[in-house]
């Protein structure tokens, strides 16, 4: 089953440091044998032609709550973190072990363990065994959980395991039945919301909590000024503490929802025009370690309703690549450190060897036309349902070409 | 009867562009001109109203349906009675009570009301942005009759016509609302009623003021264009028009308001507290009232001061004048096709 050798060839290869480069990268056995301005095919190489494309790592999603293969490979994701909010939940080994298996060979899903049983945040799940069946992190799910001695004892264990305990942020009795951030709009639309500060009240507890029991903690989504700013400080105390975000939270304000659009029903809820900036800044400044899709495809079902009966969630796998690179373009960040931030990084916190050019990392390797033009339309996706916040919009860049472990599979 | 009177010529733009939407689904956003087009459409309905034979054929051969999906009973009685007395068929859909609440249910209800021809819908539903929901799903006017916290545009409307009248009466002419100051008192936070009524009164240029405990009071308000504040009797100081707002009890104890006997102690209107307001203020209430809590009594049985009545007596015209512009298009009036 070990596919032919490969040689991509007349690539500009994003590699893990400086500007991207002319070459060539060869892949054998499943890994990345050779890349560099001075690869050339060896004899008997497949070889494909990149036309001077952008060739990069396959993006390594973390956080996602559907494996939906044909949104994964229009976005150029060859890895997905699944989130433990399945049903049922992701809190048994038998059921993290199917999970692991469930996307090959096209496409690896890394199982998120539930950090308690049925991720009610009472009691503390089987990790250690979860994590021998091929759980990747542990995860609190879509929740926050509430009791803090819970919290303390769950950091003390992931730490001891060695795994990187994923968080939600979100304070719950301040969000209550909240569906948006308490602001203008909130109250001219009389939607239930809850402070921003619900967030930096979660996130200052679990940084808290992370600094005491010396746990790696990564808190998902950080989408407000004041808990980036609590992420920024800790970092620069030395917490491992990393904050993640994805594309909606730097594209969109709550201005958005004036229209009861439920595809915008997401959570964390969009925050203020305020707090976006902050989200893009602290992208430009390192405090934002990854992006993110929190991929979550709902259908009519959980989104033909009123704004606040819907389900919140967005399908996020095909617009993750393009929002991502319009940072590049406004200059917030640079090629390299866009996939350090889409790849990199997420695979370095789920421990595993991928996401980077580099020889000996799983050759899970996409080919992007960064410039080419396309509209989202949320009738024509890719995704098990259509329901993007950015429907309409205008992008750029899109995977023409995906390889996961050596083969083509786009 | 439907020709607006003389005297209101040029005060809008004739035939259809006087009130261009289809739908009547809140007040933020509509022109002064646009309110007062419809308050000045509701005239007639009033002098109707208090004659002996009160029907209009106006809406014959039409039919309405009121689908409400959350409990009410003046309301509901109030567009029943505007649709019969404007010669309309008028059919009642109670979904409240039953299992009819949620899920692909609600689209589906508003796919059969379309498919059953429904010349005019009124929806009051319990979630903020469900009556625009339904809106886009049908092909015939659509009025909200109350959705979630968001608006309760006729409430807002006849609360204005009643300031209107109230202030006619006293002999003054024109309209009362500008530099006019009123002030909302109660559940801002969960209020419909307060939502729809700000934003009419703000448009007209009245001073809203608005009163409610930290926790009653929504975020971001004063964008608004109202000036919040906690102390009720400061909020009175001056005030024409103090509208109270109802208590949900079941907000009470503990979560919102410690007590309701507390909750009386600083926002109950009482005859003493009125008389911080301007001489002559008049008091609202949109009903159902909690007596001896946020009203006393002695305050809204005093016809001197109370439009308590009048408001109800206001909704039934304020009701016509609604379903009669908004189906003018379907009936062909002309300038309005």
Not at chain 1, 123 to 144: H, N, P, S, Y
Not at chain 1, 177 to 205: H, Y
Not at chain 2, 23 to 52: C, T
Not at chain 2, 263 to 284: C, D, N, S
Request: proline share 6%; charged share 20%.
């Amino acid at each position: 089953m070990t596919p032919a050798p490969l040689t991509i060839v007349n690539a500009r290869l994003v590699l893990p440091r400086g500007e991207p480069v002319s070459g060539a990268i060869r892949m054998d056995g499943g890994q990345i044998v050779a890349v560099g301005p001075g690869v050339v095919p060896l004899q008997g190489d497949f070889t494909f032609d990149a036309k001077r494309q952008l060739v990069t790592p396959g993006l390594v999603d973390l956080g996602v709550f559907a494996i939906d293969k044909p949104a994964f490979h229009f976005g150029g994701i060859t890895r997905a973190a699944l989130m433990p909010d399945q049903g049922p939940p992701l809190d048994h080994p038998a059921r993290v072990r199917f999970a692991a298996q469930s996307g090959k060979p096209g496409l690896w899903v890394h199982p998120l363990a539930a950090a308690t049983r049925a991720l009610e945040g009472n009691e503390i799940a089987e990790i250690a065994l979860m994590r021998d069946a091929g759980a990747k992190a542990v995860a609190t799910g879509r929740e926050w959980i509430a009791d803090s001695g819970t919290m303390l004892r769950l950091l003390q264990y992931c730490a001891m395991l060695g795994l990187v305990l994923v968080s939600h942020a979100e304070d719950g009795g301040l969000v209550g039945s909240a569906v948006a951030t308490a602001s203008e709009m909130a109250t001219r639309l009389g939607l239930p919301s809850a402070p921003a500060g619900a967030e930096a009240l979660a996130v200052a507890r679990d940084v808290a909590l992370a600094e005491m029991t010396g746990a790696r903690l990564h808190i998902r989504q950080v989408t407000t000024a004041a808990a980036l700013d609590l992420v920024r400080a800790a970092k620069r105390r030395g917490v491992a503490v990393t904050a993640g975000v994805s594309p909606a939270h730097f594209m969109l304000s709550d201005n958005a929802l004036a229209g009861f659009r439920t595809f915008l029903r997401l959570s964390p809820p969009l925050r203020s025009e305020d707090d976006r900036r902050a989200v893009i800044a602290a992208i430009a400044d390192g405090t934002i370690d990854t992006i993110a899709s929190g991929h979550d495809p709902r259908g009519p079902e959980d989104k033909r309703l009123p704004f606040a009966d819907a389900e919140p969630g967005m399908a996020g796998a095909e617009t993750l690549l393009p929002m991502t690179l319009s940072l590049v373009r406004d200059e917030v960040i640079d090629l390299t450190r866009a996939f350090e931030l889409l790849a990199a990084t997420p695979a370095r916190l789920l421990g595993v060897e991928a996401g980077t050019l580099t020889v000996g990392a799983e050759a899970d390797v996409a080919v992007i036309d960064a410039e080419r033009p396309w509209i989202v339309d949320s009738d024509k996706m890719a995704a098990s349902a259509g329901n993007t916040p950015f429907d309409r919009q205008p992008v750029q860049g899109r995977v023409t070409a995906l390889f996961k472990g050596g083969t083509q599979i786009v | 009867m439907t020709a607006p009177t003389p005297s209101h010529a040029g005060r809008y733009p004739a035939g259809r562009n006087a009130f261009p939407h289809r739908d009547l689904l809140g007040l933020a956003g509509l022109a002064p001109h646009e309110l007062l087009f419809l308050l000045d459409e509701a005239e007639q309905w009033v002098e109707l109203n208090r004659q002996r034979h009160k029907r209009a054929d106006l809406l014959s051969g039409l039919t309405i349906i009121n689908a409400f999906f959350e409990n009410s009973t003046r309301t509901l009685l109030s567009f029943e009675i505007a649709g019969k007395r404007l010669g309309a068929d008028v059919v009642n859909m109670h979904a409240a009570t039953s299992s009819v609440k949620k899920g692909e249910t609600l689209i589906d209800t508003a796919l059969t009301l379309n498919a059953m021809r429904a010349d005019a819908i009124v929806i009051r539903h319990g979630s903020s942005g469900a009556v625009r929901l339904i809106a886009d799903k049908v092909d015939c006017p659509v009025l909200n009759a109350g959705d979630g916290q968001h608006e309760h545009p006729t409430q807002g409307l006849l609360d204005a016509l009643t300031i209107r009248h109230a202030f006619r009466e006293r002999g003054e002419s024109g309209e009362p609302f500008n530099g006019l100051t009123v002030v909302i008192c109660g559940d801002i936070l969960h209020s419909r009623v307060a939502r729809s009524n700000i934003q009419a009164l703000t448009t007209l240029g009245t001073n809203v003021r608005v009163c409610a405990p930290p926790a009653l009071m929504p975020a971001g308000i004063e964008q608004l264009k109202v000036t919040p504040y906690h102390d009720f009797d400061a909020a009175l100081a001056g005030a024409d028009v103090v509208m109270m707002l109802r208590l949900q009890l079941e907000r009470m104890h503990g979560q919102f308001v410690p007590s309701p006997r507390e909750y009386r102690h600083l926002y109950g209107l009482t005859l003493e507290r009125l008389a911080k307001a301007a001489p002559g203020a008049l008091v609202m209430h949109p009903g159902p009232m909690n007596r001896g809590i946020e009203i006393d009594s002695n305050v809204a049985d005093d016809p001197a001061i109370s439009l308590i009545t009048r408001q109800v007596e206001m909704g039934v015209a304020m009701r016509m004048a609604c379903l009669d512009v908004l189906t003018r298009a379907a009936r062909g009036t002309e300038g309005w096709q």
